[in-house]
């Protein structure tokens, strides 16, 4: 399932368990010994592995019983099973204890770093950590200086077995030296690897950029496909199907990216690419939306000498109002009153008409839109203000004119 994803499987072994041969100084081989049942988990890990890797299946492989096995075979060099008790639950040989979860999975974080695949690069090692009894005793933790474990102190065995009273309060040399061994080991392969490029391993996902075109009065948009990879081919799909097999090779119904041609859309379409190139690992599919239809903007308005004017001006009467839009060769709609339910223009509302512009005698609200193929802006709403003194003078100026006019025949 995981190669038909298009995923790369890492099958591990299982752990080992802690049991110590005293006339050795060894871990028990247990689950890689033949006369014992439980190394058939092992061997089918292996076994799966190894047949798909003859198969020329892109899987991977982590033998974590091989690293705990010498991670207590180290433990017992030290300081006898003494130390190896020290990761595992009390009495038991079987299962981690907090700090042995955390030192096994330090081992495999270190595994998976040196695998050279994609997911190397994300391994980083923890800058602040740790874990607790329900006690509130620290059993390790991480921080600015560095990995401390302590001591865990138990008396008895199997269900008899008990912490004593001073478990977890002597820190542990030997292990907060281990974790504090690997987390430097993790930092500085992590650093390596940020160091390194990591487009030499996998080819990088394309990237869109769209130009919308309005040629006699049809939109169209333009897409242009790229790869940060050099010679990286670029496959597509415009149809929402997945163009990238599970073995990173293009689906029969992908297209092959023309850079001269680009990509034309005259409707709107979901583009799903990838890329991919020579000896590298094909990118991950991306998803880009296209719409034809325009971003129209809202109108603006300025006075008639040009300058630009915001909602809840104070202007004189008969100040005439432009408005304009950026959008090319969209038409603006607009209403206009008084009232505080003045409604919101549609496709039928008045055309504005940039040669007369709108004049205002009095307090106004306009309210308009830009349209163009049919979509429209949002409404910008303005409310300019002209006191009611100066309405009333300008209401009066045609009475005061002709009163003057007649006054002056009369003389």
């Known amino acids: 399932m995981a190669l038909e994803k298009g995923a790369i499987p890492v099958i591990m072994t299982p752990v080992a368990r802690m049991s110590y041969d005293s006339s050795t100084g060894k871990n028990k081989t247990h689950h890689k010994d033949e006369n014992n049942p439980n190394s058939y988990y092992w061997e089918a890990a292996k076994q799966v592995y190894e047949d798909n890797k003859a198969a020329n299946k892109n899987v991977l492989f982590i033998d974590t019983y091989e690293l705990t096995t010498k991670l207590f075979d180290d433990a017992y060099t030290d300081g006898s099973q003494e130390r190896g008790k020290e990761i595992m639950c009390i009495a038991d040989g079987t299962h981690n204890n907090k700090l042995g979860g955390m030192v096994e999975a330090m081992l495999v974080a270190e595994a998976i770093q040196g695998l050279d695949t994609p997911l190397s690069y994300a391994v980083k090692a923890p800058n602040q950590a740790g ?6 005793k620290t059993v390790f933790k991480i921080d600015t200086t560095g990995f401390t474990a302590y001591e865990q102190k138990f008396t008895g065995n199997g269900k008899d077995a008990a912490y004593t ?3 977890f309060t002597t820190k542990s040399t030997y292990w907060s030296g281990y974790g504090n061994t690997k987390l430097s080991a993790i930092k500085a392969k992590a650093q390596e690897l940020a160091d390194s490029n990591i487009s030499d391993k996998i080819v990088a996902a394309p990237k869109a950029s769209s130009e919308l075109k309005d040629v006699d009065g049809k939109t169209t948009v333009t897409v242009t496909l790229s790869s940060a990879t050099q010679d990286a081919t670029i496959y597509y799909t415009d149809d929402g199907t997945n163009p990238k097999n599970s073995d990173g090779t293009n689906a029969d119904g992908a297209k092959q990216y023309d ?12 583009i799903k690419a990838f890329a991919k190139a020579e000896n590298k690992t094909s990118s991950k599919v991306v998803t880009f939306k296209f719409s034809v239809k325009p971003d129209v903007q809202a109108p603006t308005a300025k006075t008639d000498a040009g300058t630009a004017i915001e909602t809840g001006a104070v202007i004189e009467s008969g100040t005439v109002i432009k408005l304009a839009t950026t959008t090319e060769n969209a038409e603006i709609r607009y209403t206009m009153g008084s009232g505080s339910k003045l409604s919101d223009p549609g496709v039928n509302s008045p055309l504005y008409n940039d040669e007369k512009g709108l004049t205002i ?11 163009k193929n049919g979509v429209k802006s949002d409404v910008a709403t303005f409310t300019f203000n002209v006191s009611k003194m100066q309405a009333a003078l300008s209401s009066l100026m045609p009475v005061i004119e002709e009163s003057s006019q007649l006054l002056k025949t009369a003389s």
């Open 259 to 270: 850079a001269t041609n680009k990509i034309v859309l005259e409707e709107d379409t979901t």
């Open 165 to 167: 009273n001073d478990t």
């Open 361 to 371: 005698t009095s307090t106004t609200t306009i309210k308009a839109i830009a349209i």
């Open 131 to 136: 874990s607790s009894t329900t006690a509130g």
